[in-house]
């Protein structure tokens, strides 16, 4: 058997940046026992995994465990993916979800009196969702083309108008919305794909 306990602090790049199609081909090859191919999804998604659990348990122990239960359970069920119910990052992603909420349920529960009003906050699974969530927009909003990807972050994430991102390019702002209505639905389309909504 392959061992899973490879050191969290391996992985050197970010987001995983490959395609959807070649995640789903990696997690087919695990299937079939392949070993480097379950170390190349290690590599590409360890990072991005840890961080995620690091976010919601709040300890770099736990997290580390949550990685190591996630990589784990991919290597044992690699054979229940099937890419024509979407992406391999939503699979894996929803395996590393289950481990996070597995190991947050796992912890001591502590002493305390109850409150007496139900708090407004999300949940630990409500969050893990959430962190999921952003951080599939933002890997889709990477994978656009370059000057669409640049018209979103500008008007998404910089809060920039239309005309503000037009002056700031020195593009014509028609040129800025027909980019913007252009990363929108191929953003809807990968998004859709992968089962986000």
Not at 51 to 75: K, N, P, Y
Not at 157 to 172: K, T
Request: without cysteine; negative net charge; hydrophobic residues 40%.
């Amino acid at each position: 058997m392959l061992d899973v306990t490879l050191a969290v602090s391996r992985p050197r790049g970010a987001a995983p940046t490959a395609s959807a199609g070649e995640d789903s081909r990696l997690v087919v090859r695990v299937a079939a026992g392949d070993g480097n191919a379950f170390e190349e999804l290690y590599r590409r998604y360890a990072r991005p995994v840890y961080a995620l659990a690091l976010r919601r348990l709040g300890d770099r122990e736990g997290a580390e465990e949550a990685v190591q239960e996630t990589f784990a359970a991919v290597w044992r069920s690699a054979r229940s993916f099937r890419p024509e119910r979407g992406g391999a990052s939503s699979w894996l992603y929803a395996i590393a979800r289950n481990a996070v909420i597995d190991r947050f349920r796992a912890r001591p529960e502590p002493v305390a009196e109850p409150p007496d009003e139900a708090a407004d906050e999300p949940g630990p699974g409500e969050r893990v969702e959430s962190d999921w969530l952003a951080w599939r927009v933002h890997y889709a909003v990477a994978e656009l083309p370059d000057r669409e990807r640049e018209v979103i972050e500008l008007a998404y994430w910089s809060g920039l108008s239309q005309s503000e991102v037009a002056a700031r390019l020195r593009l014509p702002l028609g040129t800025v919305k027909t980019r913007t209505r252009s990363a929108l639905a191929r953003l809807a389309e990968a998004l859709d794909a992968e089962g986000v909504r």
